[in-house]
Structure formats: structure tokens, C-alpha cells
T-cell receptor, first 111, second 117 residues
Framework: QKEVEQNSGPLSVPEGAIASLNCTYS??????FFWYRQYSGKSPELIMF????GDKEDGRFTAQLNKASQYVSLLIRDSQPSDSATYLC???????????FGKGTMLLVSP | GAVVSQHPSRVICKSGTSVKIECRSL??????MFWYRQFPKQSLMLMAT?????????EQGVEKDKFLINHASLTLSTLTVTSAHPEDSSFYIC?????????????FGEGSWLTVV
């Protein structure tokens, strides 16, 4: 059973702080990793994807991947109230297959 | 803008009737599309994988005769909920893989809220 684990939260941070969202996965052969943001009542929106160990930065977002530890994280710098949403970690076990989603972490950014 | 479009965004139907939801990839061809269902405050649940020109692959516990999937072209997949019941009320979301972008990115449609009364 391939699993993706996330802390359900809520993770509360003040505006302007760094939010750190974590995700672990069970399938060591996983190759592709995605972070999606989902606002209540809306469908998931792709934020970033990462394939290689290390960091990948895009604006205020940084994805970090450590395949040896089977760990992927998302950092959000200068958090804004509009970042308040559920963040879904998704893992693709092998090329061109379906995604396995975590249950999501709810982030609350207070003004 | 949206690269995967779903229609309708909201639909209300009577119990026992059928409802069709469309999923279109707007600027890329998608040989594979995925259908998910999400109940309030719960995670996404994969229902089936839709393959262009062939039968869909259903996840365990999903009734293929109830949730009919057709992927007749490289840009369109449809999900038909047959003989709908109130317990089928949910948020249905499709996604499609864009193989032409950097490393097969997967995009979601806007989702379709189904209410069966």
C-alpha cells in the first residue's frame, strides 16, 4: 500500500512568517512529487513539482526533496492570509502513473 | 488560465436520473485523464483512470456500471453518474496529464458539484 502522510493541521502562522509544510511517502521508488493548494470548495491548484533531490524555488515557494529520507516539504515565505488553504502533497510512484495524495495540511495565516 | 475545463460546475438532479460531466484539456492532448471524488473535508479519492480509445481502469470499490467513463478523443473525457442517489452527491474533479510540458505536469479541472435530491 503506497502511502503519503501529512499532518492534517491546522498549521497557524502569522502574516509575514515562513510556513513549513511536510510530507512523507512510503514508496522508495517514487519519482515525481507535487504540491497542490486547495481552497475550500474549489479544485486543487498546482503550486510546484519537484523530481530531484534538493531545493526548488519559485517566488515565495520552495519545495525540498530528500529521497533518502522519503521526505518532501514546501516552504512558503512571507505568508499572506490569502495563502490560507489546504495543501496537498502528491506522489507519483513511477513514470506516467496515477498520483497518490496525502490528506492535506490546512494552513491558516492570521493578519 | 485554466488548461483543464470541467462542465457543469454545479448540477442538481433528481434521484434515479443520470448526469454527465465533461472534462476537456484545452491546449494539450491528454491520452490519460483521471476522475476523483471528494466529500466535504475529506481527501481526494481516485475513482478511475480514463484512457483514450480504451476502457477506463476503475479503483477498487468503484462501480463501473454506475460511473460510466468515456474517453473518445484526446481532449475529452466524460463521467456519467447513472441512476444517481443522494449518497452520490459529492465534488467530482478530473485531472489530465500534459506530456508536452516540463516533465508531465498534471492539472485539475475546476470540479463539478453534484447534488442529488
Amino acid at each position: 500500500q503506497k502511502e503519503v502522510e501529512q499532518n492534517s493541521g491546522p498549521l497557524s502562522v502569522p502574516e509575514g512568517a515562513i510556513a513549513s509544510l511536510n510530507c512523507t511517502y512510503s514508496d522508495r521508488g517514487s519519482q515525481s512529487f507535487f504540491w497542490y493548494r486547495q481552497y475550500s470548495g474549489k479544485s486543487p491548484e498546482l503550486i510546484m513539482f519537484i523530481y530531484s533531490n534538493g531545493d526548488k524555488e519559485d517566488g515565495r515557494f520552495t519545495a525540498q526533496l530528500n529521497k533518502a529520507s522519503q521526505y518532501v516539504s514546501l516552504l512558503i515565505r512571507d505568508s499572506q492570509p490569502s495563502d490560507s488553504a489546504t495543501y496537498l502533497c502528491a506522489v507519483e510512484p513511477s513514470g506516467y502513473s496515477t498520483l497518490t495524495f496525502g490528506k492535506g495540511t490546512m494552513l491558516l495565516v492570521s493578519p | 488560465g485554466a488548461v483543464v475545463s470541467q462542465h457543469p460546475s454545479r448540477v442538481i438532479c433528481k434521484s434515479g436520473t443520470s448526469v454527465k460531466i465533461e472534462c476537456r484539456s484545452l491546449d494539450f492532448q491528454a491520452t490519460t485523464m483521471f476522475w476523483y471524488r471528494q466529500f466535504p473535508k475529506q481527501s481526494l479519492m481516485l475513482m478511475a483512470t480514463s484512457n483514450e480509445g480504451s476502457k477506463a481502469t476503475y479503483e477498487q470499490g468503484v462501480e463501473k456500471d454506475k460511473f460510466l467513463i468515456n474517453h473518445a478523443s484526446l481532449t475529452l473525457s466524460t463521467l456519467t453518474v447513472t441512476s444517481a442517489h443522494p449518497e452520490d452527491s459529492s465534488f467530482y474533479i478530473c485531472s489530465a496529464r500534459d506530456l508536452d510540458r516540463a516533465r508531465n505536469t498534471i492539472y485539475f479541472g475546476e470540479g463539478s458539484w453534484l447534488t442529488v435530491v
